[in-house]
């Protein structure tokens, strides 16, 4: 790769996420023989339909497992939200401005049961979860956090069936004719930031709302949960806070 290859991808990916997403490419991903690299930064920033009161967030214990609790700030509001409830889990759903986009938050009723409960849950039984769309009067107890997390993806591309792009049988003659070309690296970078005016990560939606009685539920994320940014119906970005 020519000299300041590098920092051109970096500045890129850095302008196109708001300065959320730095340093995606490192100096070892690259040598003199590079040619190309497939990189992807998802950028969403989101305000929450009914926001925190800043004033409301306390510190409070959070149980990483059964030997470690920290403390960890934790936001609070009572307001309509999408939820659903059963004898394994919780899962709250919370909408931006426009309630076009939304964040869902699974939590497991066991609060180690989370490893148990992914394992059992697979992605149509969540969408088919998502879409029951009851809204209840919920008291939200949910942690600020900000989670980053780089992945490198040529080995679960190759297994996705793209193992030709990263050898010297790839053909991208649609991009330069003049020297053959393959993947080198292929390098993922996610990061995800919630507090009490909205989120910034990668995007997230949802319809057909129906509201249910007046009755009143508590939601208190006070053990690891997963997080769902979702747009029709489909999974855009999703974590798992853990500490």
Not at 39 to 63: C, D, M, P, Q, R
Not at 93 to 102: I, T, V
Not at 130 to 147: A, D, M, Q, S
């Amino acid at each position: 790769m020519r000299p300041g290859g590098q920092a051109t991808i970096n500045n890129f990916v850095k302008e196109a996420t708001h300065q959320k997403i730095c340093d995606l490419i490192t100096p070892n991903s690259l040598d003199k023989n590079t040619r190309l690299v497939l990189i992807n930064a998802l950028y969403f920033k989101g305000t929450w339909a009914v926001t925190f009161n800043s004033k409301s967030t306390v510190e409070a214990k959070f149980h990483v497992d059964e030997k470690t609790i920290i403390e960890l700030e934790m936001m609070h509001l009572k307001a309509y939200f999408i939820y659903f409830w059963d004898t394994q889990l919780q899962l709250l759903g919370m909408p931006y401005k426009g309630e076009k986009e939304f964040m869902f938050v699974l939590l497991p009723k066991e609060r180690f049961g989370l490893a148990k409960l992914l394992a059992h849950l697979d992605g149509k039984k969540l969408v088919e979860l998502i879409k029951k769309r009851c809204k209840y009067t919920v008291k939200v107890e949910l942690p600020k956090f900000t989670l980053e997390a780089t992945h490198k993806l040529n080995t679960p591309l190759t297994n996705m069936g793209m193992a030709t792009a990263f050898t010297e049988s790839a053909n991208f003659g649609g991009i330069s004719a003049n020297e053959p070309l393959l993947i080198s690296e292929a390098v993922h970078k996610a990061f995800i930031e919630v507090n009490e005016e909205g989120t910034v990560a990668a995007a997230a939606t949802a319809k057909n709302v129906r509201r249910s009685s007046s009755e009143e539920y508590r939601f208190v994320a006070d053990h690891p949960f997963c997080v769902f940014l979702i747009r029709d119906d489909t999974v855009l970005f999703s974590a798992i806070f853990r500490k």
